[in-house]
């Protein structure tokens, strides 16, 4: 059998992880998300990219139809405040000015 990319990545993940879930005494091995996500973490880039690419072609379809659909519907409120407003729109620069006047605040 030949090897796929997604295989080769996840043999990489599985790897990089030292976790044998092909090993019947381990196969119920489970790792804390803190634990997974540090570990992931700590893979070159190119591999967290083949990775975070095969996380998101799992995503079913249908959800992010219902996520796509959302976004539209945020996009389509936020642009009738901004026509029902325009004086409360602001800038790029402005908007980073805020961000920062908050975080000196807090």
């Given at each position: 059998?030949?090897?796929?990319?997604?295989?080769k990545v996840?043999d990489?993940?599985?790897a990089?992880?030292?976790?044998?879930?092909?090993?019947?005494?381990?196969?119920?091995?489970?790792?804390?998300?803190a634990?997974?996500t540090?570990?992931l973490?700590s893979?070159p880039?190119?591999e967290r990219?083949?990775?975070a690419?095969q996380l998101?072609?799992?995503?079913?379809a249908e959800?992010?139809?219902?996520v796509?659909?959302?976004?539209?519907?945020?996009v389509e409120?936020?642009?009738?405040e901004?026509?029902?407003?325009p004086?409360m729109?602001l800038?790029?620069?402005?908007?980073?000015?805020?961000?920062?006047?908050?975080?000196?605040?807090a």
């Amino acid at each position: 059998m030949a090897d796929t990319g997604a295989e080769k990545v996840g043999d990489l993940a599985v790897a990089a992880l030292d976790i044998d879930f092909r090993h019947e005494s381990r196969k119920d091995a489970r790792m804390s998300t803190a634990a997974l996500t540090q570990t992931l973490f700590s893979l070159p880039v190119g591999e967290r990219i083949a990775l975070a690419d095969q996380l998101y072609a799992s995503v079913p379809a249908e959800w992010q139809k219902s996520v796509d659909q959302a976004w539209l519907e945020e996009v389509e409120r936020r642009s009738a405040e901004m026509d029902e407003a325009p004086g409360m729109i602001l800038t790029h620069e402005e908007f980073l000015a805020g961000i920062q006047f908050q975080s000196r605040k807090a």
